[in-house]
């Protein structure tokens, strides 16, 4: 109870700080190698300088709480400051989330405000589906200038699909399956641009609870 009470506590640092134009660099401060994963998310994304709002947001402080009370399996988390997209309606919220000193995990939640000014969660991305969006998004740079559109979530799954849709995107949908069974973890990502599949990537994991091997 006692570490719960401080994690709320941090959240109010988290949510109400003053309006301010920032570099990637002096917002994220990786201090593992999980969270690397995210940075190369955002400088994929061109998420590299954005505002935080002036306001504290309870309702969106309510969110990421809920976010928390689905993660008591690990023993412990930081939660690192929202990152805005889509003119501030989406937010990514990075959790580092460890067991003991040993498993270390990134999870990634996405909300979305809502007209009433709530924030709904519309998906939450492991250490491994980053990997994944990552791996296809630098293969994706060479051809495509619109990777925020293509990479960024804005609704959740849908079950309709043969292959699971993990998300939408503002242009089309990201689908994975993980495949933790053997020695290596072995991950397939698709990527649709509106009904064109442009990207269908399998390889083994460089991911894994206790760090990750970065790619140039």
Known sequence: MRRRNFVSKSLVGLI?????????????????????????????????????????????????????????????????????????????????????????????????????????????????????IVRAGNELRENYTDLADLLLPILPEQKQFAFPQKFFTTVGRIGFRIDLGGKKAISSITIFRSTELICAHQFESMHCLTGSMMIA
């Not at 190369?40 to 928390?68: P, R």
């Not at 007209?115 to 491994?128: A, K, M, P, S, Y």
């Open 16 to 132: 109400g700080y003053g309006v301010t134009q920032n570099t990637l660099a002096d917002l994220i401060k990786p201090s593992s190698e999980v969270m690397q994963w995210f940075y190369q998310y955002l400088k994929l994304t061109s998420l590299t300088a954005f505002q935080i709002f002036d306001t504290a947001d309870q309702q969106l402080s309510s969110s990421i709480h809920g976010v928390i009370r689905s993660l008591e399996a690990w023993h412990d988390e930081k939660i690192y400051k929202p990152v805005f997209y889509h003119e501030g309606k989406y937010c990514l919220v990075p959790f580092e989330l460890k067991i003991g000193s040993s498993y270390h995990e990134i999870r990634i939640a996405s909300f979305c405000k809502q007209d009433d000014g709530t924030w709904r969660l519309v998906t939450q991305i492991n250490g491994f589906e980053l990997e994944a």
